[in-house]
């Protein structure tokens, strides 16, 4: 074993000087982490229980063992009451999985977390007596973020009401606090000096606003942090679920950096966040509960002190705001796909700002990184990680921004009240590829970027190019990776949002010019050969998505079932509705219906196709819950069974003679494809046989099947809990 010392690294944010393990140059802020890491090394266990002599590496650990047999004790003596404070390690958090020999890079190594299609979930089945069996043993768990443990005390100690109460500034009041009968001056900072109306208000009634409002903030805190408390939330905990969120959630939303991630250079509110989304992967009942307990204390510090966040910069980002931008997006996407409807709601109505702060910002005007400073492989390490650090902080910035218009697509998907902002416009540029980004180590990045060609596209020129004057169906000169092909069919689902009963909106494109850019997106993704087949798999999820949407507003046109048949959903707000005199059954025998339900039944295969380690993108339940809106109005309309083409060809599945007619197009209509003799019957070609040795699906059939998925999606998104109670109303419908 290579001898243990304190070495130093580059210097760290305060200026001083990080250490770092001189066996794996991990890098710690503190002597005291280090020590306790090099522990893992060595198998040093200095701390010994006097009790029954067991031995542990770190005191913590120590010291919730003696509380174990303290707890013994105390049971023996009869006595009820254990005060504790915080809570021991919630037994469930633990019961799920051994992170002591678990990789941080191999989501493989945490299998035991996700959740299958079979709808079990790994927690669900440990008994109570293998939990009492295995907690002695893990509470001297090894932090795979050592930081978690900081992060546990600082929530959990005694001034963290005033750790989250509104900053410098927040509030218009004179500063008047410290002056005031019967109140405190322990909390200085919660005002600030600028006069404001409040001022004119005579002295008495002045300073009891001020009062009241004070002890407004100090309930709203202390309730909040209370929730935290009360739901036995451990470093462990905290640990497992940053954990999850890194080899779960970053890999089908890569948005931030897993090998350049430093605990100590976020806010407390974008580690929160990250964990309660983390929280989403685990098999325990009560992490769902610990999660939101998180995010609504994330929530709170970030409504309450944006103003600070916006002005914070990292030590390599380009501009100020982009934690605040990080930290707004993962708790939207949290709390968009969220069992709890208040959260979804309140996602919803913060949303739109973090385009606006982005703006403030000038995040759109920052300049990408430049190829210029790449260093070669032979560069000093220094200077390699150096730019390496800058580099992956562009990046990071460009991502979580474009992240917000999938999430704008997603939102916009979800109510029908269109998006955000104006994707079609949008000038960021493409990102790296995911093999840059992913990359693990210095060396390895540079082989990527030294081999890759830079690309200053925008996507603004990607959706002018998919909208050209002479129509074209070749694919998009463009090396897009998974993530910018998520971009811009969200671009493509907000133009879809802007659709109203088939009128044109100014200045937005037809539904045919829509389809014919998906058309070009599909001959994309069918061209891309560097995609794995989850990745591919999940953009076509999305793809088929899209299409279903431009023959029918799949949003409001379950809502319209369920207004037509007195249902009460929750899955969408808003009351859009299709049309007062829409007739399902009129519609369930058109064209578009038979195309819609070719895109339903693909979105249904490649649901059950995906991987169980890919099986929980953030569209999948919107995506899954639009073809069971087709399957249930087809259902409803007496069309149980449809005899589907042997070979889709689904050029001919989007595209209508009219679509096609539009403009000068380089390629003629296959007018004799079976696709194209399904989707045409009942339209003047009734007496084309039915195709020959393709499958034959009972939509009926495959609803009830569709809920069973619904029940495992919920475990992972919330919402999925309202979208399944939505079908199985739906179902008794049909019965």
Excluded at 137 to 165: A, G, H, I, K
Aim: proline share 5%; charged share 20%; hydrophobic share 40%.
């Amino acid at each position: 074993m290579a001898s243990m010392g304190l070495t130093t690294a580059p210097p760290a944010v305060s200026g001083g000087k990080r250490l770092v393990c001189r066996v794996c140059q991990k890098a710690f802020s503190k002597a005291e982490h280090l020590r306790r890491h090099e522990r893992g090394h060595t198998g040093s266990k200095p701390y010994v229980c006097k009790e029954c002599r067991r031995p542990f590496a770190r005191q913590d650990a120590l010291t919730r063992h003696q509380k174990l047999h303290a707890r013994g004790i105390n049971a023996k003596n009869g006595s009820s009451e254990i005060n504790f404070s915080p809570q021991p390690t919630s037994l469930n958090s633990l019961a799920s999985w051994d992170t002591t020999s678990a990789s941080t890079a191999d989501p493989a190594s945490t299998s035991a977390t996700s959740h299958s299609w079979d709808g079990s979930h790994p927690g669900d089945h440990a008994s109570d007596h293998a939990s009492m069996h295995n907690v002695a043993s893990e509470l001297d768990f090894e932090l795979v973020w050592p930081d978690s443990e900081d992060l546990f005390q600082s929530l959990m100690s005694s001034d963290t009401t005033d750790q989250w109460q509104m900053p410098l500034g927040t509030l218009p009041f004179p500063h008047v606090v410290q002056g005031m009968n019967g109140m405190s001056s322990g909390s200085p900072n919660l005002f600030d000096d600028r006069r404001s109306p409040v001022g004119a208000i005579p002295s008495g009634g002045g300073h009891q606003a001020v009062r009241d409002v004070t002890e407004m903030v100090t309930s709203s805190s202390s309730s909040v942090t209370a929730a935290v408390k009360a739901t036995s939330i451990t470093s462990v905990f905290l640990d497992e679920c940053l954990h999850m969120f890194f080899v779960r959630f970053i890999p089908t939303f890569p948005i931030l950096h897993r090998a350049n991630f430093v605990f100590r250079e976020c806010t407390h509110a974008l580690l929160l966040n990250a964990i309660a989304i983390g929280s989403l992967y685990l098999g325990p009942k009560d992490s769902v509960a610990k999660g939101e307990a998180l995010w609504r204390l994330a929530h709170t510090a970030l409504s309450t002190s944006w103003q600070s966040l916006i002005a914070h910069t990292g030590p390599y980002d380009a501009c100020k705001g982009v934690q605040l931008m990080i930290t707004a997006l993962l708790g939207q996407i949290y709390g968009a796909l969220s069992k709890n409807r208040a959260i979804r709601t309140t996602s919803q109505v913060f949303h739109p700002l973090g385009f606006l702060w982005a703006r403030h910002c000038g995040m759109y005007d920052s300049p990408p990184y430049s190829m210029d400073n790449l260093p070669s492989i032979d560069a000093p390490t220094a200077e390699k990680e150096r730019q390496w650090r800058i580099w992956s902080a562009r990046e990071i910035q460009q991502r979580a921004l474009l992240a917000y218009y999938i999430l704008d697509g997603l939102v916009a998907q979800t109510s029908s009240d269109g998006a955000s902002s104006r994707h079609v416009a949008n000038s960021l540029g493409l990102p790296s590829s995911e093999e840059a980004f992913d990359a693990s180590t210095t060396d390895e990045w540079l082989t990527h970027m030294h081999t890759q060609t830079p690309d200053q596209s925008s996507f603004k020129m990607i959706f002018r190019s998919l909208f050209p004057p002479v129509g074209s169906f070749r694919a998009l000169e463009y090396h897009f990776s998974a993530f910018s092909l998520r971009v811009v069919l969200e671009g493509l689902q907000s133009l879809t949002s802007d659709f109203d009963d088939n009128e044109l909106a100014v200045g937005v494109p037809s539904q045919s010019e829509v389809r014919r850019a998906l058309a070009q997106v599909h001959e994309t993704i069918s061209m891309s050969i560097h995609f794995t087949a989850a990745e591919r798999l999940e953009i076509l999820l999305r793809w088929h998505t899209v299409c279903l949407d431009t023959m029918i507003n799949s949003t409001a046109l379950a809502r319209h079932v369920c207004s037509r048949y007195n249902i009460i959903q929750h899955v969408s707000g808003g009351c859009g509705i299709v049309r007062p005199d829409f007739d399902l059954v009129k519609w369930a025998s058109s064209e578009d219906a038979r195309r819609a339900v070719l895109h339903a039944v693909a979105i249904q295969d490649i649901v059950e196709q995906l991987p169980r380690g890919r099986a929980h993108a953030v569209h999948m339940p919107s995506s899954l819950f639009a073809a069971a809106t087709i399957y249930v109005v087809f259902s409803l309309a007496g069309v149980a069974t449809v005899n589907l083409p042997r070979n889709i060809i689904w050029q001919d599945a989007l595209l209508s003679h009219s679509d096609l007619n539009l403009g000068h197009v380089d390629i003629r209509p296959r007018s004799g494809s079976e696709t194209k003799r399904f989707v045409e019957n009942g339209n003047g070609a009734s007496s084309l046989p039915l195709p020959i040795g393709g499958s034959v699906r009972n939509l009926f059939y495959e609803l009830n099947s569709m809920q069973k998925l619904f029940r495992c999606l919920s475990s992972q998104w919330g919402i999925a809990h309202d979208m399944e109670d939505s079908i199985a109303q739906w179902i008794q419908l049909c019965h």
